[in-house]
């Protein structure tokens, strides 16, 4: 699929060209799919797991986005269009406005099973499509690409990307059953799946608007934070107001190192103090 970069139109979509994937290529995304439906187990967050069952994205092989589609359309009025690679900002804030999403549609080969720094149809996919079945989360992402658009213009856009970062890439939610994963960036990768919720070492804080867009972060190697929001509804609330002023206030202050942590932080205890593996806040209730 290398030449597709030639037909994009200005919107920068392309066709899927579903029936152009070789055996290889599906044989890969079941390779993937089957490894992450393993680990996901107990790690994912259940809105997550109910968009995914929803879209009976199979382990089969790579999915048609003409099908995809139409199941989400019908779900939360989103719609999956095909995109060569990386598009420029404004493009892409553009499509989320207005409830499209915009999917790689190559996958990445097999020697990369463990790691790509861009987005394939996997990450794209199995990372990002399954939460644009539950409705607020809907709504938060497509409330993200308008105010995309208003940070671009008010040039505040590094401190929005942080938000997006933190959230829809690498987000973590709080469970009645512990820790879970929302974040696409993490749902896609075998390795940090495990390292987000079962390693010491990195740091588990509580959502906060300000500290994320203060949070600088590496994009080629595991997080060193997470942030973790009580809820989609949290989510949506604390990112509903106009962040004109509060662009401004975090302006005025200095960034943070990605690992650095602040008094004022909630920290969440390290799973070596949560006991063993099937201590009490892992035992009951995994689904
Ligand atoms: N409320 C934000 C603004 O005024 C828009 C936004 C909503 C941004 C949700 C991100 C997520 O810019
Ligand atoms: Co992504």
Redesign the pocket.
Known sequence: MGQVECRAGEDFTIEQDWAAYSEAEHAVWRHLFERQQRLLVGRACREYREGLAGLGVAASGIPDFRRLNDILERATGWRIVAVPGLVPDAVFFGHLANRRFPSTCFIRRPDQLDYLEEPDIFHDIVGHVPLLMNPVFAD?MQ??G???L??QSLGHLER?AR??WYTVEFGLIATAEGLRIYGSGILSSAGESVYCLDDPRPQRLGFDLRRIMRTRYRIDRFQETYFVIASFEQL?EA??????P??REVAALPDLEPGQVLDSDRQFPPPAALGQKNGPQQSSAQV
């Open positions: 938060y409330a993200y308008v105010g995309g208003k940070a929005l938000l997006y949506f990112t509903r107001p106009d962040f004109t509060i662009y």
